[in-house]
Nanobody
Framework: QVQLVESGGGLVQAGGSLRLSCAAS????????MGWYRQTPGKERELVAA???????TYADSVKGRFTISRDNAKNTVYLQMDSLKPEDTAVYYC???????????WGQGTQVTVSS
């Protein structure tokens, strides 16, 4: 069983920065993809940023130029650096790891990010 443990959420003023961390219980190189999603009440979970197969990165249009996803394979950790935060970035952020054989999505417990105006 894979565990993903997120940390780094909190309350920040608009324009500020936060860095989220996601520590995996096994080598992150074993996953086909890893990324960050977010969810607000009443809405579906949406992709924020992810590493895809081939180590390419994908970002939601709303965060391009402000958020940066990175990884440290030695620490089995994926990060999300969030700069120039806006109130609309307020959400619970979830770490995701995708395994393809057999197919399975793993999720962290979520970390709350609140951006005040």
């Amino acid at each position: 069983q894979v565990q993903l443990v997120e940390s780094g959420g909190g309350l920040v003023q608009a324009g500020g920065s936060l860095r989220l961390s996601c520590a995996a219980s096994r080598s992150i190189s074993s996953f086909a993809a890893m990324g960050w999603y977010r969810q607000t009440p009443g809405k579906e979970r949406e992709l924020v940023a992810a590493f895809s197969p081939g180590a390419t990165t994908t970002y939601a249009d709303s965060v391009k130029g402000r958020f940066t996803i990175s990884r440290d394979n030695a620490k089995n950790t994926v990060y999300l650096q969030m700069d120039s935060l806006k109130p609309e970035d307020t959400a619970v952020y979830y770490c995701n790891a995708r395994q393809v054989v057999p197919f399975r999505d793993y999720w962290g417990q979520g970390t709350q990010v609140t951006v005040s105006s």
